[in-house]
């Protein structure tokens, strides 16, 4: 894979994550891009916010710079449609993400991301794929050779933004169709997933829980950052990963919580910026990046 040089030291002495000097109040237009477009970047869509971020890298380093790709599937036809969407939070966690890696570490960051289906050609060249909103997804048979290649071959899947026991139970079910002899494990809060760069080891698991931002925003209110799918009121937070024969970690599994709409909405929600994207969803996002690219 390309991106070898991201094994730039980090510069650990950022202690917190940089305050969004703007905010405004915004709806946003949540699934308004088609399943089916043709987008192929991050900048090629309409954003949420205002003043998305941009920067270059210097001349020559075009290909060692970390690129946020956001991998396309197919959503299964019996499952509902209202929690399963591949653009969801699309484009503007990708590239704030993106931003705070480039303004916060050492790593050159790519400032348009991409966007790829599973058997795009050029998805060997991406180490690390984000796949949101997966408790409805349903890979195509045509699909699960190229994602068990990916995987066991040096690339990396970061899963994002589900809820409750029947989505989880989805996931869990395609992903042993990628790798049938796997089986995913709890991360402990002493993982260095958890302290490679920003320590959240002071923190319980669901201390890392991350609301949609309506529910994050009535939280200061009543407390509650738990959302309820089917019924299920899913509180306890669940970080979960599959490893290779070699004890490599090739997926991680961020469940019942909601880290792409943490970076998502930083320039819109002062009170949800601070409790949710500084303190939780911005160094968790860093941490599992860079840890999936120095492991």
Partial sequence: ?????????????????????????????EGAIS??????TAR???????DMPTWTNRPGFNKDAFTFTRLRYTRNPYRSRAFSHCFTDFPDSDLNLSYRLQ??????????????????????????????????????????ETLKKYLLN??????????????????????????PNSEFVDLPMDHPIFSCVFDLRGLTKQGLQVPNFRTGEMSQHDGVTWEEHDGEECREVHIRALFDDKGRMIVIACHNTDNGDGWEREQEYHYYFRQFSEKRAYPLGINIIFYAMTH
């Avoid at 090629?44 to 205002?50: C, Y």
């Fill in 1 to 29: 894979m390309r991106q070898n040089a991201l094994l730039l030291p980090i510069l650990l002495s950022c202690a917190t994550l940089l305050l969004a000097q703007r905010y405004r109040y915004w709806g946003g237009g």
């Fill in 35 to 40: 399943e089916d477009s043709a987008i192929r």
């Fill in 44 to 50: 090629d869509a309409p954003t949420h916010s205002v």
């Fill in 103 to 144: 303004q916060l570490t050492s790593i050159n960051v790519d400032p348009d991301g991409r966007v790829l289906h599973i058997n795009d050609p050029e998805l060997f060249e991406y180490p690390w794929v984000y796949m949101v909103e997966p408790g409805a997804l349903r890979f195509e048979t045509h699909e699960l």
């Fill in 154 to 179: 040096g690339g990396f899947l970061m899963a994002d933004d589900f809820w409750g026991t029947r989505q989880w139970r989805n996931f869990e079910n395609e992903m042993k169709r990628v790798l």
